[in-house]
């Protein structure tokens, strides 16, 4: 009578070298959603009630539940079959966009206001500062 081979069927588990960076995108994810989540949650009675849309309360948040049961369903299937360089393209290009609207947000931030410069001239300076005091301090060794 032979044993089962134990290690091999000990489950991998998820914080393991192999896992470690999808399971903490993961949760990290999931923490994204249930915050934005509760987020919404906590605004929408004073949103509702400025916009005079009490009546439209409970249909904000069915819509909002719904399309993402829907989206994680889809994007799930997507996930699944389509070949993984497409996925990775389609990433890389909405975060492109992403980064282009940041940009294009922070030059119109810098061009609305000319005493905003002044306060984010200082911030720069600073961070330049401290990066090279702890460069500095890295070189000279303990």
Do not use: H, Q
């Amino acid at each position: 009578m032979t044993l089962p081979d134990t290690a091999a069927s000990l489950p991998t588990p998820l914080l393991s070298p192999r896992y470690r960076w999808a399971t903490i995108g993961m949760v990290s994810l999931i923490f994204l959603a249930a915050f934005e989540a509760l987020a919404v949650t906590t605004i929408m009675p004073t949103v509702s009630a400025d916009l005079d849309g009490r009546a439209w309360f409970s249909a904000a948040f069915s819509v909002t539940l719904a399309a993402s049961v829907v989206g994680m369903v889809a994007g799930g299937m997507w996930a699944d079959y389509m070949p993984l360089k497409l996925w990775g393209a389609a990433v890389g290009i909405v975060s492109l966009g992403t980064v282009g609207l940041a940009i294009t947000g922070i030059w119109m931030w810098w061009l609305r206001k000319k005493e905003r410069r002044f306060g984010l001239i200082v911030i720069v300076v600073n961070v330049v500062f401290a990066i090279t005091v702890l460069a500095m301090m890295r070189a000279a060794g303990p």
